[in-house]
């Protein structure tokens, strides 16, 4: 029997409370557990005491029976001291999506071609220029 330590959602509708509890990885997530260590409770500010509430001696009895804990119980029982969290890089997490990068590379083609644009007509009449200068040297000879 694989053992997990987890949340058990509680609380009305929008207002969630969570309890951390031990549990067989294979009942519902709401359903039967063996024991109950703590509470979470998120909608308190970060640094309230009440917004996690975990029995370490009973969490560090569970971990050496052999339950694992889920991810969010993980960072509690890292900030209470009783494990060591192993810390994460996705650098691809703060790339933009495959729409995203399209969209970019249609705006970089057209601000490419607005330029190609604005430097055409710049060229032109500066040829024109010395064209429409010379009749006039014609004139002021003849």
Do not use: C
């Amino acid at each position: 029997m694989s053992l997990r330590i987890r949340l058990a959602r509680g609380g009305a509708k929008k207002r969630p409370f969570y309890r951390i509890v031990v549990a067989d990885a294979r009942s519902p997530r709401d359903g039967r557990f063996i024991e109950k260590l703590g509470t979470f409770n998120p909608l308190l500010p970060k640094d309230h005491a009440e917004r996690v509430v975990l029995d370490v001696d009973k969490a560090k009895d569970w971990l050496a029976k052999g339950a694992t804990p889920t991810d969010r119980v993980l960072r509690f029982l890292d900030a209470a001291g009783v494990m060591t969290r192993p810390a994460r890089n996705n650098p691809n997490k703060g790339k933009p999506g495959q729409k995203a990068q399209e969209r970019i590379e249609l705006r970089r083609q057209a601000e490419e071609e607005a330029r190609a644009a604005a430097e055409a007509p710049a060229e032109a009449p500066a040829e024109e220029a010395p064209a429409e200068a010379a009749p006039g040297e014609e004139q002021a000879a003849g």
